[in-house]
């Protein structure tokens, strides 16, 4: 049994108690392991990924799994490792406004905590009660405030990253600008954790702002065109909404109860300015539109329930049916083109679809649930509109086996031989996260 | 039929002949002189050649051949830098970028342009500002440096407290590679391409990864109010503490600078004087910025901090003239140093901001010990700290000791936990500099990535790291037992 | 190597002996403030029109630094991007630390000249005009008078249907057909007045340079001065010994010719408490004297003192005040700055001050005003290819839709002339002070009607 074996090996850096065994590797969404490792130090996880290295194991990396749907090809990994106890914060200097975490902190606990210091990290992402701040960035995950707040590689000033060979690399540091030598953090951002395990991240903070505000403009006859020409001339104003969100009439049913298009748009600033953009954006109210506006409570909820539509897939799917979310990516204002062509699926496809897509940063997710055929077949369709619009589409939840049939990252760029090369050069015996990402790197 | 040039360097007619624009190609030595440095001018070396590309696919054709010939090469733009990234060490071929210095295209509603590498900064936000729009990064050399060297150099400015560098405003890139290979990366400037960030990694990379032919940039709406303030305080620490309580507040300001009493001097001598009061230690401007409704509550904020931390004086511009001398007293600042000192060195290390008071009494103490005068200009909003070492090349002695000044300034800043550069690159200048903040193996990590795009290390070689460490050394010998 | 071991690498250290080896070394100390910033490169028009770095203030400083430092000879290739240079002056704009480029380039010409006397077209063009003609200014006005007559006497009519247009070079082709309509010379006319009294009280008393150039080719704007400075109270005298103020000279590193001019204009404004120029070249030349005098002690001190003295126009009329007209002249204007008006003695909102306050005239922004516009003394004879290139970018930046195109400089209005034709543009191009000649004029007419101020 390689399980005993592995235990046995590690007993030398890795107390029994962070080491289970698991029963069956197999999952569902795939990406598992035959021992999960819970390491709670640097030093642990230096030692678990070394020892794996130098013993050709394969690792497969994982906070609390919300995204364990996404990518990945390979059968089960020896490996799993688990940074849920690699969690907590390292350094806050207040008057800084950075914050250098463990990887394995929750992204809420960690906005909490920020609270009290009326700071915040101005990053959005999916399961912020589940997900860590290691697998958001590592995904380059991203919701509807990047219009204001920006992505993960924004927001990132240094990493501390665990190479394959055990050697730990610090990118960046701990001040806001920095260009000595090459923006390693960007290479790490979004890389699927197939160059080095994310260990600790240092992130610049803004101010909490002192009022935020939610305003949902619905248009009464689903006519895109409205809603077109509004954000057309709302973006040629100098109102600084922080999200500018299109809601497809399913999504908008469940969020606010009511099935047409919707524009969800945010501000944040102090309360003259908020309520200066909120009666702008009165005056500026196209014919048969509704406007509603949402505060606190009522605001907090939408959030709430906004960034946790799609699939977690921390949680067992126990339906039969199937579940994918597909990321397309397009110029701001094909969105609207792409929200309407994943609505369309509802009837075209018979699938339950939830879709929205920022009109300010171009990008668009889409959840779908359905008989597994018509899954595919959205997929298909989905990614041919991406393309049509110059943009592409990634399937960041499916279930393994049809990964394998569907290539979750699309066709592989012409210089590929650059990623290849730089997954080569820095984990040359593919031991972390092999085949998680574009064309099997 | 291509005229022969009058030279025995057979490359130097090859070269010609894959130029198509008028004196396309400069071999004289009379004409590299011009090209023997950049804004760094203590190490100088003449290049074999400068050509003038005017298309991407005349860049690759030279890259091409100089990847064929082995002939180092490096790209060039309005030769601003300050560490030295366009310096020809050895003997490179200059790809200048200048000539190709269109606006390609605008597109407002989706808030993009597309510019060639040689465009001027400053010109794209003037061409778009009748549309009520500007491009953000804004380097003080932005009246003439260019927006491809901007994105080698990931170029800082002013206003990126709030909007941030160059690398956040780029969403495209087309990339002549070192083999000659043109790739596109960020399509239409298409957010989040699957695959490594590539466009975040050769953004910042000093032209050693590739060199940049077209870049899409994200261009931002005017804020609907400028406010900007100016404050004199009597105490260096009064004012950097100001600087904190003024964050602690709950304002990103777009911009707080920060001069010195001795850079206040330079700036007064020079082009742009403003009347500061020559008694005073430290000026601060501050600039707030948005949608207007909200910017008088910062505006009483800001003035109530300065007096909280005894400003002497504090005044809010009262004209866009009025505005625009302060900005220009200050961003002419190094330029300024030349009316006080016959040269400068200028150094340009990032601490956390609270560690600023300590910062500047160790940087007094250095420059007691060097016997130089040393004028602080920062960015203080983002610990950016430019501390200029006045010196004399002519005096014996003196450019060694500005050295070793300046290398001492950046240890201060690595040591209280920030880094070496903050927006000038490391070039040639802080490459030994670069050992306070990595190790070998991280230095080595970069070689790593470096080696991917740019193998035969033609391209702008001898920049940013130092000679392979020890640590660095062994791997790549063990790479070759294995492999 | 690091970079310690880079500056004591010998091959580094440059010091060496000069080879500048004539008399008027350019000053070390003008070039001693350049830090190599490049702040200047867009600023310079032929920086912007060939892209190559010798031919920028920066570059250029650097190789009049290399020649001092033994790395370069005084040679045909250093002359080039020497010779290049408009001398427009931008750069020192934008300087951050006042580097003095202009200077410095004249002084390169100064070396060059002695090392390499003109031959060729460059070397007639430099002899019959610069040394058998503009300090002459009775032949000056005999060519006036020729001129004058070919004129009106059908000759140019004449002229243009034969052939002979098209045996000469096609910038002086370009030249000919905007000839400004020649009239008498002001120093002619006045001739027998020692001075031209106030048409009301008299205020103060200015002695005027009225230029070689301007007086034979746009005496007209010499007349409209002299209108516009005794209409506001001012005594005007003309100086009968001044002489052309060695501008052109000096730009083409003839610098003896205009020190022996400067000396006779010193001289000859001795007298004077204020001169008044009107041509922003001559001012600047002639606030520039002292550069020219820093081998001699003597005469440098006297060129301060007379340098203090000279102001343009435009800046006279709005320190001392004048009479706003009270007509409308309904007329769209744009204003270009003559490089020696703007950033040679930085008068840039004076004469957009006197367009602006006549009624009814219509500002229209120009976009770069402030860039050359490639007449730069006699270079667009001397450098016709890059001439007409800067000519041709400041064209695209002239608005469309205006009647007039002002400035301060006569050389600008011939190119600019030259610039409206070439380009088929129909705009006027005048100086501003004859604009606002015209609306005192104007003034006048209504006066006479009978119609009542207001």
Known sequence: ?441 | MVKKLKTNDKHINKLARLLTGPNAILYHKEDLLAYDCDGFTIHKHLPRAVVFPKNTEEVAKIVQYCAKHQLPFLARGAGTGLSGGATPLNNEVIISLVRMKKLISLDVENRRAVVEPGYINLKLTNSISDKGYYYAPDPSSQYACTIGGNVAENAGGAHCLKYGVTTNHILGLEVVLPNGEIIHLGNDGIPDTPGYDLIGLITGSEGTLGIVTKITVRILKNPEEKQTVLAYFDDVEDGSRAVSDIISTGIVPAAMEMMDKTAIEAVEAAAFPVGHPKDIEAVLLIEVDGISAGIEEQITDILNVCTSRNVREVKVAESEQERARWWANRKTGFGAMGAISPDYLVQDGVIPRSRLPEVLSRINQISEESGLRIANIFHAGDGNLHPLVLFDANKPGDTEKALEAGSACLKVCADVGGTITGEHGVGIEKIEEMRFVFSDSEINAQTEVREVFNPDNLLNAGKLFPSPGRCGEVKKAMKAVIS | MSLKEMIKDPTCTTKSLTNYKWKEHPDEEKWADCVHCGLCLEACPTYEITGQEQHSPRGRVHLIKSVAEGKLEVNERFMDPVFTCLDCRACETACPADVQVGGLIEEARGQIRQAMPLSGWKGMVSKVFLEGLFPYHNRLNKLGSLLGIYQKSGMQKAVRKTGLMKVMPQHLVDMEAVMPKVNPPARKKYKNQEVIKAKNESKQEVAFLTGCIMDVMFSDINESTINVLTRNGSDVTIPKNQTCCGALHVHAGNRETGRKLAKQNIEAFKDADTVVVNSAGCGCMLQDYPELFREEPEWQEKAEQFSKKVQDISKYLYDTGYETPSTPLNKRITYHDACHLAHGQNVREEPRDLLINIPGVEMVHMPNADRCCGSAGIYNITNPEMAGAVLESKMENVPEDVEMISMGNPGCMLQMAMGVEKYGRNQKIVHTVQVLDWAYKQDDEQKERGVPDG
């Open chain 1, 1 to 441: 049994m390689i399980s005993s074996t592995l235990i046995a090996e590690f007993a030398s850096f890795l107390p029994e108690n962070k080491i289970k065994v698991n029963d069956s590797a197999d999952h569902p969404l795939g990406n598992g392991g035959k021992v999960t490792v819970y390491p709670s130090s640097l030093d642990e996880i230096v030692n678990v990924v070394k020892y794996a290295n130098d013993h050709d194991r394969k690792v497969t990396v994982v906070g609390s799994g919300t995204k364990r749907g996404f990518g990945g090809l390979d059968k089960p990994a020896d490996i799993l490792l688990s940074l849920e106890n690699y969690s907590g914060i390292i350094e806050h200097t207040v008057g800084n406004m950075t914050l250098t975490v463990k990887a394995g902190t929750v992204f809420n606990q960690l906005q909490h905590y920020l609270k009290d210091h009326k700071q915040k990290v101005s990053l959005d992402a999916a399961w912020p009660d589940h997900a860590t701040i290691g697998g958001i960035i590592a995904a380059n995950d991203s919701s509807a405030k990047r219009l204001g707040y920006g992505s993960a590689r924004d927001v990132v000033i240094g990493l501390k990253t665990v190479y394959p060979d055990g050697s730990i690399i610090r990118s960046g540091g701990k001040v806001v600008k920095n260009v000595a030598g090459y923006d390693m953090n960007k290479l790490f951002v979004g890389s699927m954790g197939t160059l080095g395990v994310i260990a600790e991240i240092t992130m610049k903070l803004r101010p909490l702002p002192k009022d935020e505000t939610l305003v949902l403009l619905t248009v009464e006859n689903d006519d895109l065109e409205t809603i077109r020409s509004f954000v057309v001339s709302l973006l040629d104003t100098q109102l600084e909404p922080t999200s500018l969100e299109l809601l497809a009439p399913s999504l908008s049913e469940k969020l606010t109860q009511i099935p047409k298009y919707t524009l969800a748009m945010s501000f944040e600033d102090v309360e003259s300015s908020v309520a200066y953009q909120e009666d702008f954006l009165k005056k500026l109210k196209p014919a048969q539109t509704t406007m509603n506006v949402l505060k606190q409570e009522n605001m907090e909820h939408f959030w709430n329930r906004f960034y946790t539509i799609g699939p977690n897939g921390a949680v067992s799917n126990t339906g039969d049916e199937t579940v994918a979310s597909i990321k397309v990516s397009v110029k701001n204002l094909d969105v609207l083109e792409v929200i309407k062509e994943s609505n369309r699926l509802r009837d075209s496809h018979n699938l339950d679809v939830e879709a929205h897509g920022g009109l300010g940063h171009g990008i668009c997710q889409i959840h779908v649930k359905g008989a597994k055929s018509d899954v595919v077949s959205a997929i298909h369709h989905l990614r041919g509109v991406a393309e049509k619009y110059g943009g592409h589409a990634v399937i960041k939840h499916l279930p393994y086996k049809l990964r394998q049939e569907i290539n979750v990252w699309g066709e592989n760029p012409p210089y590929f031989y650059l990623l290849d090369g730089i997954k080569k050069q820095i984990d040359p015996k593919r031991t972390l996260n092999n085949t998680r990402f574009v064309g099997g790197i």
